[in-house]
């Protein structure tokens, strides 16, 4: 889940809100606000008791989001960022573990967080029985929501929690992880189903809210899914194959002293490439990208030269030609860049574009290989 407003950082972890959190953050304060009695309290005071549930609660998903990463962190796994999304929250955790009991573990490490953030809310709820009922209430409902997730992330389909625990004892007992999760997504998929056509029946029974909220998620879970096997599937595919084996070499390299007009007209208009290696001297300085171009101001480009725009070669993303090619692919997806660079020795030999990778991947798939 790519995107989002980074509001702060923990554990070298950056926290992200996207934009759909917005909308399922008015929805639980506006349900909040209206659904429990208000008592005595005045309507600035439920809004507040509404606004600040709401924060207790996304506090707590990303509480549980937090313990994933940590526990992946000390299985050796980098996790860039946690994103709060419509749907709660998702870790960007940049590799598969490499053993069955760390995915064990890392996927325990959520729901655990849940059951104790719910009771510490339900020991909140028993210390304050004389506070007005609607913080009372509130605080009991904060315990059982967290109660509820736990559980709900515990479902044994994957990509939930629950799932990722079921291919990792899979896993185990297969020794192989591409039909472990093959299993576990299947399952997934089967849950996601299942909500889906849950929910269409609390249509038909006028529950119309509820109903389409539950399908939403059944077909973000199958989707979900099906999108995790397809990525371990084509790790599979590229496990054992390296750079050399598809990187360009004909790469069209530009000087330095070139304007960014000059580069747009010589270059990107007539040959439509996206990338240029920057070579002076038969030394690598950096890379240009259409992205860095348009970063330039337009009335710039007769004055701006490359090397005032190109990424240099000290900050450059760049691979050997022996890298493993799902190396490269986690690369460019972690990165989310188009094109990474092949040096050796201090020289750009190639370029390796996403999507020659994915035509080298569709030829296997196609050939079975």
Not at 138 to 167: H, K, S, Y
Request: aromatic share 10%; glycine share 10%.
């Amino acid at each position: 889940m790519g995107g989002g407003i980074p509001i702060f950082k923990i554990f070298g972890i950056t926290i992200r809100l996207h934009y759909s959190w917005f909308i399922i953050f008015a929805l639980i304060t506006w349900q909040l606000v209206t659904n429990f009695p208000a008592g005595n309290l005045s309507t600035a005071a439920r809004i507040g008791v509404g606004l600040g549930a709401s924060l207790l609660l996304f506090g707590s998903l990303i509480a549980h989001e937090v313990m994933h990463s940590v526990v992946a962190q000390a299985s050796g796994i980098p996790v860039h960022s946690i994103t709060l999304f419509i749907f709660g929250g998702v870790s960007q955790i940049t590799k598969e573990p490499e053993k069955p009991g760390d995915e064990v573990r890392i996927a325990l490490a959520g729901p655990l967080t849940s059951l104790v953030c719910g009771g510490i809310f339900f020991g909140i709820w028993f210390l304050t029985k004389n506070a007005p009922s609607m913080i009372h209430d509130v605080i009991l409902w904060l315990g059982e929501t967290n109660v509820i997730l736990a559980i709900f992330n515990l479902i044994p389909g994957f990509p939930l929690d629950g799932g990722r625990i079921l291919r990792g004892v899979l896993w185990r007992q297969k020794r192989n992880m591409h039909d472990a999760t093959k299993v576990a997504a299947n399952i997934g998929r089967g849950v996601g189903y299942f909500f889906i056509v849950g929910g269409i029946f609390l249509i038909f029974l006028g529950a119309v809210f509820q109903g389409f909220w539950i399908a939403f998620i059944g077909w973000f879970l199958e989707n979900a899914a099906a999108g995790s096997y397809r990525q371990v599937a084509l790790n599979d595919i590229l496990k054992g194959h390296t750079a050399s084996e598809v990187l360009t070499r004909d790469c069209a390299t530009v000087s330095p002293e070139l304007t960014i007009q000059q580069l747009v007209n010589e270059q990107i208009l007539t040959g439509g490439r996206r990338c240029f290696p920057v070579v002076a001297d038969n030394r690598a300085l950096g890379l240009i990208t259409l992205n860095d171009v348009r970063s330039v101001p337009r009335n710039l480009w007769d004055t701006k030269k490359v090397s005032d725009a190109m990424i240099p070669a000290d900050k450059m993303v760049s691979v050997g030609p022996n890298e493993d090619l799902a190396k490269v692919f986690q690369i460019l997806t972690e990165k989310d860049i188009n094109q990474v660079p092949v040096v050796e020795d201090g020289k750009i030999v190639g370029m390796i574009g996403r999507d020659a990778l994915l035509a080298f991947v569709r030829v296997r798939a196609d050939l079975g290989m």
